[in-house]
């Protein structure tokens, strides 16, 4: 068992029955009241964010997992087909694992896997992710001054909303968290 002396951004531990991640924490030690620990937790199956106060020296299940880098090398049906970097080990992992981001993965991307024993327990994409526009309405010269938003088609098959000056073939930086348009890349 570990306690709230342990905390590190990234640890995970098992609390309320579900596996959280440590986003960041504080100590806190407000004058004549106790000290606490205001922590920002991370669920690893749903992606949802919470902040709690633990006390100082709390005890919390720590709950020890090892990351690999993998590389995804395509979608088989209902599951995609990652490549183990190391080892060179191929193996397949479901759509649900993967989560929302799965619409903004292509081919020979690598992610990240924590494993709990032989267990995936999460799936870390890369934030930010640079993809082409296969199909939009054609962009007018001037149109970058407005913020009036078009849809646009990715190689992925994911639809965003982008400004209007971006046209077919641009190369195009998306926020995978979000599913938002960031920049235009050369």
């Known amino acids: 068992m570990a306690s709230t002396t342990d905390f590190r951004p990234g640890m995970v531990m098992r609390w309320n029955n579900d596996l959280w991640s440590i986003s960041e924490f504080q100590h806190v030690n407000p ?3 106790r000290a606490f620990v205001r922590a920002k937790l991370k669920n690893l199956k749903t992606g949802r964010v919470v ?6 020296g709390e005890a919390i299940d720590q709950v020890r997992v090892e990351r690999k880098t993998c590389q995804y090398l395509y979608r088989e049906n209902a599951e995609f087909v990652l490549m183990d970097n190391e080892t060179y080990d191929q193996f397949n992992v479901t759509a649900d694992t993967i989560g929302d981001g799965q619409k903004f ?27 082409a526009v296969t199909m939009t309405e054609p962009g007018l010269k001037g149109d970058t001054v407005s913020n009036t938003l078009k849809a646009a088609t990715l190689e992925t098959g994911a639809t965003v909303m982008v400004p209007l000056f971006v046209n077919q073939g641009d190369m195009l930086k998306i926020d995978t968290r979000t599913g938002d348009y960031v920049e235009r890349v050369k």
């Open 31 to 33: 004058g004549n009241w």
């Open 51 to 56: 902040e709690h106060r633990f006390r100082a």
């Open 105 to 131: 993965l292509k081919e020979n991307t690598n992610i990240d896997l924590l494993f709990d024993g032989a267990k995936i327990i999460a799936v870390e994409i890369p934030l930010f992710i640079n993809l």
